[in-house]
T-cell receptor, first 122, second 107 residues
Framework: QVQLVESGGGVVQPGRSLRLSCAAS????????MHWVRQAPGKGLEWVAF????????YYADSVKGRFTISRDYSRDTLFLLMNSLRAEDTAVYYC??????WGSGEYFQHWGRGTLVTVSS | EIVLTQSPGTLSLSPGDRATLSCRAS??????LAWYQQKPGQAPRLLIY???SRATGIPDRFSGSGSGTDFTLTISRLEPEDFAVYYC?????????FGQGTKLEIK
């Protein structure tokens, strides 16, 4: 079955960097678009970033554009989120999510990981 | 940028009641609208995609309708496990915006 397991969260000082990972299994990783979604404590869901199934395009929320970079490693079936210049408002649980259809045919979020908590604090 | 507005913010109902949740888009998203359920401490779960298609394993008491700018999630008879927060999301293109959520609570 599909599994998405995030890691890399923790406490980090403002202005520093952190890289999140999402290990994928149970499906053909190279066939699906992948996303990062975050949720600040007690708040709603915020879409963060998206990378095409073939890695050829990336999209970002305005709130993270220029600071965060999404990437994927097909040899390890792993999705990454490199977060630079972190701010207190980036504090959230970060989820990775897999699209429902291969090759962009169903771009809703069918599978989600359990999330990893990032806390930005001095 | 398209904004999704969900109403009501909180809905207080009893088990066995019918629940009607609304999601309105500031511009048309055609049928590229999904609904998710989230319980405390858990990841969201896909309920509905394509505005009206139930995801795998979702009970048929959940149904979605609408297209363009106005969408509805209906839960025909509430079960105790249905009390949660519900989000709509557009996925026609990026940004893949979510609504602010509707909390369905036990009356």
């Amino acid at each position: 079955q599909v599994q998405l397991v995030e890691s890399g969260g923790g406490v980090v000082q403002p202005g520093r960097s952190l890289r999140l990972s999402c290990a994928a299994s149970g499906f053909t990783f190279s066939s699906y678009g992948m996303h990062w979604v975050r949720q600040a404590p007690g708040k709603g869901l915020e879409w963060v970033a998206f990378i095409w199934y073939d890695g050829s395009n990336e999209y970002y929320a305005d709130s993270v554009k220029g600071r965060f970079t999404i990437s994927r490693d097909y040899s390890r079936d792993t999705l990454f989120l490199l977060m630079n210049s972190l701010r207190a408002e980036d504090t959230a649980v970060y989820y990775c999510a897999k699209e429902g259809g291969a090759w962009g045919s169903g771009e809703y979020f069918q599978h989600w990981g359990r999330g990893t908590l990032v806390t930005v604090s001095s | 940028e398209i904004v999704l507005t969900q109403s009501p913010g909180t809905l207080s109902l009893s088990p066995g009641d019918r629940a009607t949740l609304s999601c309105r888009a500031s511009q048309s998203v055609s049928s590229y609208l999904a609904w998710y359920q989230q319980k405390p401490g858990q990841a969201p779960r896909l309920l509905i995609y394509g505005a009206s298609s139930r995801a795998t394993g979702i009970p048929d008491r959940f149904s979605g309708s609408g297209s363009g700018t106005d969408f509805t999630l209906t839960i025909s008879r509430l079960e105790p496990e249905d009390f949660a927060v519900y989000y709509c999301q557009k996925y026609d293109d990026s940004p893949r915006t979510f609504g602010q959520g509707t909390k369905l609570e036990i009356k």
